[in-house]
């Protein structure tokens, strides 16, 4: 019941050409002074005229010209008539193979940020995870058995593998949904104790631990008097609580809590500790919930996992308990909460109260 920390230049061609003489032209026909004046004035004037007009046509900027280079921004067209290039494409939307060029039919479309797959929250107040509702979301298609006596030590791991890939069908859907890759966590039974990325583990401390995305399990947990598997539910119940610290770090909780906890004191750490495994036992309890159907939960399974939850608590012998998980009073709240419903935002402990957490 336990997660330990680890952590184109233009070409263009004149569009004027001066008139140029015949081959052989005509002698000009004899005329008075006057007139002949009159004539090469008119003439100049029309060649003034007409020079002009060639110039100002000259100054004009080429059109259907092709060009290398990107338009200036006062010369871009307001509708897009090319595709984004491949760097472009790729920025704004890497999930998108570039296009050649724009479709016939109209202008190529530029993905919109809108398209982009959104990170989803990653903190403890705050978390994608608590939008999830499981509500006609999957089953669980493990056989449940009522377990006494227990499951025998060398099928034990085969068994909890079993109930945890159901934990994972039931989660990964809606996960992914929200942006989240859930993987399914490993098991790992043991005897006595064994090193792990958290430090050593001892069977005579906890029934079960989560750490670095593996659920250490001793083998001897089941077999004393006041073990969970009195409860038909009791396994499921104790894998799914573990799994709950697994979507925590799934969802990048633990990372953040862990920063928390480093820079806290002892007292302090309590409380953040507590709030970590309430808001486990309370995905325990929306699990139930969301396969309460395919499990078959009972109110005589309910009674169960309250009898086995009233002697869990941080108040409970033996002395050396420290109060981290919470009294039993708190663990059978936030488990009752979540057993009212399939809605995993029901379970962010980080903004309840503290005597709520207690």
């Known amino acids: 019941m336990t997660w330990l920390p680890p952590m184109l230049g233009a070409v263009s061609h004149a569009p004027w050409d001066p008139p140029r003489p015949p081959a052989n ?3 000009p026909a004899r005329r008075g002074p006057g007139r002949l004046l009159i004539v090469l004035a008119a003439g100049l004037a029309v060649l003034l005229l007409t020079t002009i007009a060639g110039v100002s046509w000259l100054s004009r900027p080429p059109t259907g010209a092709a060009s290398g280079r990107a338009p200036a921004s006062n010369d871009r067209p307001s509708t897009a008539t090319s595709a984004p290039t491949s760097a472009s494409t790729t920025a704004a939307a890497p999930s998108l193979q570039p296009t050649s060029a724009a479709p016939e039919s109209g202008p190529a479309q530029v993905p919109s940020s809108s398209a982009k797959p959104r990170r989803p929250q990653v903190g403890l107040e705050k978390n994608g995870l608590y939008a999830i509702d499981l509500s ?3 089953t669980c298609k493990a056989r449940i058995r009522r377990p006494m006596p227990p499951v025998e030590d060398a099928a034990l791991a085969a068994h909890l593998r079993t109930l945890v890939s159901c934990l994972t069908a039931a989660f990964r859907g809606p996960l992914t949904e929200r942006g989240f890759t859930l993987t399914t966590p490993k098991v790992k039974t043991f005897k006595g104790s ?3 990325p958290c430090g050593l583990l001892s069977s005579r401390s906890n029934p079960a631990f989560y750490c670095a995305g593996t659920i250490y399990w001793p083998v001897s947990s089941d077999d004393a008097r006041e073990a969970y598997t009195f409860a038909r539910l009791g396994y499921l119940g104790l894998a799914a609580h573990e799994f709950g610290h697994h979507l925590q770090a799934t969802t990048g909780m633990l990372y953040v809590y862990g920063a928390r906890y480093r820079e806290a004191d002892a007292k302090e750490r309590y409380r ?5 495994e309430l808001q486990a036992q309370c995905f325990e ?4 919930a969301h396969t309460s159907r395919s499990i078959r939960l009972s109110s005589r399974d309910r009674a169960e996992l309250r009898a086995w939850h009233s002697y869990t608590g941080d108040e409970d012998p033996p002395s050396s308990r420290r109060p981290d998980h919470g009294s039993s009073r708190a663990q059978l709240a936030w488990l009752n909460r979540g057993l009212a419903g399939a809605d995993l935002g029901r ?3 980080w903004v309840a109260s503290g005597k709520s957490v207690r």
Do not use: D, E, H, M
Not at 285 to 288: K, N
């Open 25 to 27: 032209p005509a002698p």
């Open 136 to 138: 006609g979301r999957g």
């Open 194 to 196: 064994t090193r792990t």
């Open 272 to 276: 953040l500790s507590r709030r970590l």
């Open 285 to 288: 309890g929306v699990f139930l």
């Open 347 to 349: 379970c962010n402990t």
